[in-house]
């Protein structure tokens, strides 16, 4: 009597956590736990679910012979079918990042972006997405003798609230989870603190001519602009990332005259040599090009023609004493106009 008493105990225990674990809330817990191998911090991952929706399921898959890690988070609602909430890829197979950054872009390389906050070494996409560019030192140089890297595609829906703080938070925890798993040897990234990504669609902001001084487009300020103090500078460029734009602009789009304005965009690794091949119907007139850091650098400048007083000479000027800046800022050399 007392044998089938202890059985019916521990089959009543068995099915109680069972039950508990079923509970939808429990088992959200668990996924968002466990979510990329349990890499992703929890508290910011669920900062990320939008209002009425909840974690649905998780993957996770790796084949480190390819050098490639990937994970995703699902979610849905009661009245919504489930979707993709967080898709988070590292490659470092050269091949693999080619192609995400012909994804990124895909014409001439001025489409919309924005730096990454805190120096992180990459920026954001129009698209939102998050991308990551690390040098692995563990790796050492492919076959071509490129020092060999590991990129980061953190695409977070944009029905997640993905301009928060915790999207940082959860994009750097994975890289840096991605850099041990596939041996990149990577110095660990610190998500900044309380500060999330910028929308491009929406930054970087202007600033008058004078304040950029201090900046990575600086540069502008002596440039030599006509009528400097009508110009405004928004500066989508720093020091870390493998691209960033300098943009002036003077006039107002509401006026007779329109909005006069100079797009210098820079693209670091051989990846951007398609941007300003002869093969490119899309690549710029004017361009510049350098050796940073064992690879190509390119830099380039968009500007209608009849912007007053920046003629073609004056065009070419700019966009000289941009790439000079950038090349004694990163320490490359070879130095060379093109078109």
Not at 68 to 88: E, P
Request: negative net charge; glycine residues 10%; aromatic residues 8%.
């Amino acid at each position: 009597m007392r044998r089938w008493i202890k059985v019916s105990v521990a089959a009543a225990t068995v099915l109680g956590l069972g039950g508990w674990i079923a509970q939808p809330y429990v088992h959200e817990w668990w996924l968002i736990r466990s979510a990329c191998d349990g890499a992703l911090p929890d508290d910011a991952l669920r900062d990320l679910v939008p209002d009425g929706s909840h974690v649905t399921d998780t993957g996770s898959g790796s084949v480190p012979e390819l050098g490639d890690y990937a994970c995703t988070v699902t979610v849905g609602g009661d009245h919504s079918a489930d979707w993709k909430m967080l898709v988070l890829e590292a490659y470092t197979q050269r091949d693999d990042q080619d192609r995400e950054l012909m994804w990124a872009f895909n014409r001439n390389g001025f489409e919309t972006q924005a730096p990454m906050s805190a120096g992180l070494p990459g920026f954001v996409t129009g698209r939102g997405v998050l991308e990551f560019l690390l040098r692995c030192p563990d790796l050492g140089k492919d076959e071509d003798g490129r020092p060999r890297k590991m990129l980061v595609r953190a695409s977070i829906s944009r029905n997640a609230s993905w301009i928060r703080p915790a999207s940082y938070e959860t994009a750097v925890a994975f890289v840096n989870t991605a850099a041990k798993r596939l041996g990149c040897g990577a110095d660990p990234l610190t998500a900044p603190s309380g500060v999330g990504p910028a929308d491009p669609e929406k930054s970087p902001k202007t600033v008058p001519l004078d304040s950029a001084r201090d900046t990575a487009c600086g540069w502008l300020a002596g440039a030599g602009l006509p009528n400097p103090t009508r110009w405004k500078v928004a500066v989508g460029l720093d020091d870390a990332a493998p691209t960033g734009t300098c943009s002036a602009s003077a006039g107002d789009e509401s006026t007779d005259d329109g909005e006069q304005r100079l797009d210098f965009a820079a693209w670091f690794g051989d990846w951007s040599t398609r941007l300003v091949s002869g093969d490119n119907d899309d690549a710029p007139p004017l361009s510049a090009s350098a050796r940073c850091d064992g690879e190509a650098a390119h830099f380039a400048v968009d500007a209608p023609d009849e912007v007053p007083g920046v003629d073609a000479d004056k065009r070419r000027a700019l966009l000289e004493a941009f790439a000079e800046e950038q090349v004694k800022r990163r320490d490359c050399s070879d130095l060379r106009m093109n078109g």
